[in-house]
Nanobody, 117 residues
């Protein structure tokens, strides 16, 4: 079966950092771009980053540019989202996905990130 499993979420104070991990199983990770998305209560899900299959190209939402960094280790079948200078507005459930934009085929179950002021 195909799975994506996120971990690394939690409660952090404003200005703090977290690193999320997304572990893939059941498919060849290196064949796919991976997107990170988030959904805050009462808001639509938004894409925060997309990393190409090789990791050579990344794109970020304006709201996280310069604070979030996505990377991947295809040999270990894991994709990371390093988050720095976190703000209360970053509070959301974070999801990794196989694909980006409208091309998502598989979602993880999500991990909660809460930033206190």
């Amino acid at each position: 079966q195909l799975h994506l499993v996120e971990s690394g979420g939690g409660l952090v104070q404003s200005g703090g950092s977290l690193r999320l991990s997304c572990v893939a199983s059941g498919f060849t990770l290196e064949d796919y771009a991976i997107g990170w998305f988030r959904q805050a209560p009462g808001k639509e899900r938004e894409e925060v980053s997309c990393i190409s299959s090789s990791g050579g190209s990344t794109n970020y939402a304006d709201s996280v540019e310069g604070r979030f960094t996505s990377s991947r280790d295809n040999a270990k079948k894991v994709v990371y989202l390093q988050m720095k200078s976190l703000e209360p507005e970053d509070t959301a459930v974070y999801y990794c996905a196989q694909g980006c934009g409208r091309h998502v085929r598989l979602w993880g179950q999500g991990t909660q990130v809460t930033v206190s002021s």
